[in-house]
């Protein structure tokens, strides 16, 4: 079980963390990644952690600004949402890779499990 937490509604140039905390697998052993969904408009990969937390992957429109993190002892991976733009504005979801140990956990369809999402909200 998924569930994400932290959005909101900012102002464009602020910031956000989303948290997610996970239960019923064991953490440490899955790459961990972040969706988003805008109002018509297709899925799109975000981000993605590694199991260890050694290793990261960013989409192009979010490298540079937004940061994903893992606490395995807490069971809870980050989102760390800087310079946010009103383009951001979407709901976000987070997701567990489909094997443990994956070796495809940069690649989005590697990703067959997602939690609710939580909105984030950027104004102009």
């Known amino acids: 079980q998924l569930q994400a937490s932290g959005g909101g509604l900012v102002q464009a140039g602020g910031s956000l963390r989303l948290s997610c905390a996970a239960s019923g697998r064991t953490f440490s052993r899955y790459a961990m990644g972040w969706f988003r969904q805008a109002p018509g408009k297709e899925r799109e990969f975000v981000a993605a952690?590694?199991?260890?937390?050694?290793?990261?992957y960013y989409a192009d429109s979010v490298k540079g600004r937004f940061t994903i993190s893992r606490d395995n002892a807490k069971n809870t991976v980050y989102l760390q949402m800087n310079s946010l733009k009103p383009e951001d504005t979407a709901v976000y979801y987070c997701?567990?890779?489909?094997?443990?140990?994956?070796?495809?956990?940069?690649?989005?369809?590697?990703?067959?499990?997602w939690g609710q999402g939580t909105q984030v909200t950027v104004s102009s």
């Open positions: 997701a567990t890779d489909r094997a443990p140990y994956g070796t495809k956990w940069s690649e989005e369809v590697s990703y067959n499990y």
């Open positions: 952690i590694k199991w260890s937390g050694g290793s990261t």
